[in-house]
């Protein structure tokens, strides 16, 4: 079974820059898996932030960017500011119609 | 602006059924992918379902193949997911997203979610 991996949690002060990755249990992140990234605040939907690696979602601002960096996905927080605090999830597309959620990041702003 | 509302979620017992609704607008629906995804209580989203726009191909996590059926009306602009057999870990707010599917895999826009709560 594929596991896609995120680290649990992870803090950033105000105005720094912070790195999550998404990585697979077995093999390496490319963009032939699509990998896309959401945000959550608790009790609300998930917002697109980024798809195809490094496509923004409309209404996104640019201080988020996505990339592959080494074996894994990854999603850049430039100037993180005090509403970035969410709860952050990639997706990656394993083909034939099989799409897998990781375990998601708490982000932490202080 | 795209809308998307679920709805049908509630309390069933276990071994029961639930049909969720999603009902669209702000876009054109029959042009697009529909998919299910869920969230346990404080844990993480799963990709549950997605039905592709003329309703011919749909694709289930391996998990839940056979308990769950997604289905479709395009001249009603809605997507369904029928739940049958269900177990207490199918607890969870269940979101319908609209799907980018071929050439790009992702979900753009979400609605709010549905609880379902599996107890007896």
């Known amino acids: 079974q594929t596991v896609v991996t995120q680290e649990p949690s992870f803090s950033v002060s105000p105005g720094g820059t912070v790195t999550l990755t998404c990585g697979l249990s077995s093999g390496s992140v490319s963009s032939s898996y699509y990998p896309s990234w959401y945000q959550q605040t608790p009790g609300q939907a998930p917002r697109t932030l980024m798809y195809?690696?490094?496509s923004r979602s409309s209404g996104v601002p640019d201080r988020f960017s996505g990339s592959i960096l080494g074996n894994k996905a990854a999603l850049t927080i430039t100037g993180a500011q005090a509403d970035d605090e969410s709860d952050y999830y990639c997706?990656?597309?394993?083909?034939?119609?099989?799409?897998?959620f990781g375990g998601g990041t708490k982000l932490t702003v202080l | 602006e795209v809308q998307l509302l679920e709805s049908g979620g509630g309390l069933a017992q276990p071994g029961g059924s639930l049909r969720l609704s999603c009902a669209a607008s702000?876009?054109?629906?029959?042009?697009?992918?529909m998919s299910w995804v869920r969230q346990a209580p404080g844990k993480g989203l799963e990709w549950v379902s997605l039905?592709?726009?003329?309703?011919?191909?749909?694709y289930y996590a391996d998990s839940l193949k056979g308990r769950f059926t997604i289905s479709r009306d395009n001249s009603k602009n809605t997507v369904y997911l029928h739940m049958n057999s269900l177990r207490d870990e199918d607890t969870a707010v269940y979101f319908c997203a609209r799907g980018r599917w071929q050439p790009l895999y992702y979900f753009d826009y979400w609605g709010q979610g549905a609880l379902v709560t599996v107890s007896s």
């Open positions: 039905i592709g726009a003329r309703g011919a191909t749909i």
């Open positions: 195809n690696t490094n």
């Open positions: 702000g876009f054109t629906f029959s042009n697009h992918a």
């Open positions: 997706v990656l597309y394993l083909g034939g119609g099989i799409w897998v």
